[in-house]
T-cell receptor, first 116, second 109 residues
Framework: EPEVTQTPSHQVTQMGQEVILRCVPI?????FYWYRQILGQKVEFLVS????????KSEIFDDQFSVERPDGSNFTLKIRSTKLEDSAMYFCASSEKGQVHNYGYTFGSGTRLTVV | GQSLEQPSEVTAVEGAIVQINCTYQTSGFYGLSWYQQHDGGAPTFLSYNALDGLEETGRFSSFLSRSDSYGYLLLQELQMKDSASYFCASNTGGFKTIFGAGTRLFVKA
């Protein structure tokens, strides 16, 4: 079964450092997303990406965040200057269609980011 | 604002039926999804309702009433492995789906 692959599974970084989280979405999917989940809390929308540009972003996704699809397969989330409160599990997801039909989103297994 | 409300915890016995409710208030609504998440795992898509009524997928069913801004997930013949968090999620149109805070289901023997 096709899956979304995320690397690394764990990342520890010092406050103020830049991190890049990587994702390989399902190959025939056209819509890509980043979500985050602080431990024990809900899954929060960060950004969606379609046709090589951001289609929607949340208030969490401020200037320190950026996304990129550098080639035909990878989808990355960059956090420029990490803060302690950025510590969370970051999930990449992809979908075949923009609106959720009966396919839903396929999530990757996540990257646990710890900022120290 | 946009919000989805669901109970924080539900406990049920193995073999029983449990219903997890979700009420929503969103600007723009295309449908209600349900996801399962085991501890340390990724959310896994369970079902989606775009129209009013019941959708059945094996032991899981999901219901939507647009007029009441309400939906539920029904789990039948509960098994221990169903112990997980369950999230309702609303597609608000276009490129964004927002999640409720999740309901933690405990299945007891």
């Amino acid at each position: 079964e096709p899956e979304v692959t995320q690397t690394p599974s764990h990342q520890v970084t010092q406050m103020g450092q830049e991190v890049i989280l990587r994702c390989v979405p399902i190959s025939n999917h056209l819509y890509f997303y980043w979500y985050r989940q602080i431990l024990g809390q809900k899954v929060e929308f960060l950004v969606s990406f379609y046709n090589n540009e951001i289609s929607e972003k949340s208030e969490i996704f401020d200037d320190q965040f950026s996304v990129e699809r550098p080639d035909g397969s990878n989808f990355t989330l960059k956090i420029r200057s990490t803060k302690l409160e950025d510590s969370a599990m970051y999930f990449c997801a992809s979908s075949e269609k923009g609106q959720v039909h009966n396919y839903g989103y396929t999530f990757g297994s996540g990257t646990r980011l710890t900022v120290v | 604002g946009q919000s989805l409300e669901q109970p924080s915890e539900v406990t049920a016995v193995e073999g029983a039926i449990v219903q997890i409710n979700c009420t929503y208030q969103t600007s723009g609504f295309y449908g209600l999804s349900w996801y399962q998440q085991h501890d340390g795992g990724a959310p896994t898509f369970l079902s989606y309702n775009a129209l009013d009524g019941l959708e059945e997928t094996g032991r899981f069913s999901s219901f939507l009433s647009r007029s009441d801004s309400y939906g539920y997930l029904l789990l039948q013949e509960l098994q221990m492995k169903d112990s997980a968090s369950y999230f309702c999620a609303s597609n608000t149109g276009g490129f964004k789906t927002i999640f409720g805070a999740g309901t933690r289901l405990f299945v007891k023997a």
